[in-house]
């Protein structure tokens, strides 16, 4: 099993999500980035995709808008202008 790591989705309305994942999948403005435990410190600016992240094995898509993700040892922040669930259309 993955080792897991904070990861926390923030919009202008609040927190979407704040919790521990083993994966992240992000829509880079240069490309699609996949981050897991221990990746480099990094700022990246997002461009609109449906973002993914895996909890126990388990992955969940959600639609975020433009923003920037910043990677810092053991913390991930997405800070994007809206995110919204792709199954029930949850938003904030």
């Given at each position: 099993m993955a080792t897991?790591?904070?990861f926390s989705i923030v919009t202008p309305n609040g927190t979407y999500f704040d919790g521990e994942v083993e994966e992240i999948?992000?829509?880079?403005?240069?490309?699609?980035?996949g981050i897991l435990n221990?990746?480099?410190e990094?700022?990246?600016?997002?461009?609109?995709?449906?973002?993914?992240?895996?909890?126990?094995?388990?992955?969940?898509s959600v639609s975020t808008s433009t923003g920037v993700l910043k990677v810092?040892?053991?913390?991930?922040?997405m800070a994007v202008e809206s995110c919204e669930a792709k199954e029930?259309?949850?938003?904030?």
């Open positions: 897991k790591f904070k999948i992000v829509g880079g403005i240069t490309g699609t980035l221990n990746h480099m990094t700022i990246v600016p997002l461009k609109p995709f449906e973002t993914r992240y895996v909890i126990d094995g388990n992955s969940t810092e040892k053991g913390n991930v922040v029930n259309k949850t938003s904030v």
